[in-house]
């Protein structure tokens, strides 16, 4: 008995050879069994099913196996594309983060928007007297071509904002120190009555500052003001209006340049916190009774009063001595007193 296995799909052929090959073996067993000799089906077989029958068969070739070398390289590749991904929005997240964080711990600066497109786009309300964006992109660590800032201007209301207005505005001497607390300026240390005088005044016009506190605020004299006070004093008592002898006539009216050098020197003593008042006094010579002298000098003293009155001078800064018994010439003058505000 002769099988044959076959995988696949057998081509039409096949069947035809097999049969031709079948009859072969058949005949040559019949010739062997008439001729009484030995026959062998396994070498008639091999020898019939040879090549030309298996010819008939399509055998599939062996093929190579496929490279997977361009599959890992396109793995690898994706993964190197993903980490770079990865890596650059950590980057990006860092960058976002440490301009945000630098924008809110600048005083007068407020952020609007960060966005992210072919650079950094930051737009940010900025308060005239706050720090410069100029080294923003520095201090977050970015290329200054890659961050684009837009500012607005507006007056921020925070104390460290409205300290900064306030010395731009009123500069404070070297020993004086400006900090706004809730809105109201408190200065301490020393600086010279004239500034003193005008920072009470105008520190209220800066925008944002509801007070001014100076209680912690020493007056020193300025030096010039100081020169300036003692050359009034002594121009003050220089200046005497002479009278004719005997009479309460003028002879030399000094009234006008006194007034001019009284009214200033009140003035120079509100900025030095000192008081300063004047007494008006007459003198006579020495011919005449006392009794008359003694009249002479108090008329002659409200002579002068009246005269300084109409130049100017504040009525409460003037107090009558009227009496200066020491001989002199005949005349007026002013007493220069002062003393210190409480």
């Not at 005088?197 to 105008?202: L, P």
Request: with cysteine.
């Amino acid at each position: 008995m002769l099988a044959c296995f076959v995988r696949g799909v057998p081509p039409s052929t096949l069947s035809d050879a097999l049969r031709s090959g079948l009859e072969n073996v058949h005949r040559s067993q019949a010739a062997a069994a008439q001729a009484r000799v030995p026959f062998d089906w396994n070498e008639e077989a091999t020898r019939e099913f040879d090549i030309a029958v298996l010819s008939h068969l399509e055998m599939p070739t062996a093929r190579a196996p496929a490279a997977r070398w361009p599959l890992v390289l396109l793995a690898l590749v994706a993964a190197l594309a993903l980490l770079w991904i990865g890596v650059r929005q950590w980057q990006l997240n860092g960058e976002s983060q440490r301009l945000r964080a630098l924008v809110a711990a600048t005083p007068g600066w407020q952020l609007l928007s960060l966005n992210r497109g072919q650079r950094w786009s930051l737009r940010l309300l900025r308060d005239p007297d706050a720090a410069t964006t100029v080294d923003l992109a520095d201090r977050a660590g970015i290329a200054a071509a890659q961050l684009r800032i837009e500012e607005i201007p507006y007056l921020a209301l925070d104390d460290a904002a409205l300290t900064r207005r306030l010395v731009r505005a009123l500069p404070p001497p070297s020993e004086a120190q400006i900090v706004v607390n809730n809105g109201v300026a408190q200065v301490g240390g020393s600086a010279p009555a004239p500034w003193i005088v005008a920072f009470t005044e105008r520190a209220g016009l800066v925008a944002g500052i509801r007070g001014v506190d100076t209680s912690q605020l020493n007056s020193t004299p300025d030096p010039a003001l100081l020169a300036e006070w003692g050359t009034l004093k002594a121009q003050v008592e220089s200046l005497r209006t002479l009278f004719v002898r005997g009479g309460t006539e003028l002879q030399l009216d000094t009234s006008a340049p006194l007034a001019a050098a009284m009214r200033r020197a009140l003035d120079l003593g509100r900025m030095l916190g000192r008081s300063l008042t004047f007494q008006v006094q007459g003198s006579s010579d020495e011919g005449g009774s006392e009794r008359r002298n003694l009249d002479l000098r108090a008329r002659r003293a409200e002579l002068l009063r009246q005269a300084l009155l109409a130049a100017g001078v504040p009525a409460q800064s003037l107090t009558l001595a009227g009496d200066d018994p020491a001989p002199a010439v005949p005349s007026a003058g002013v007493r220069w007193v002062e003393g210190k505000r409480p």
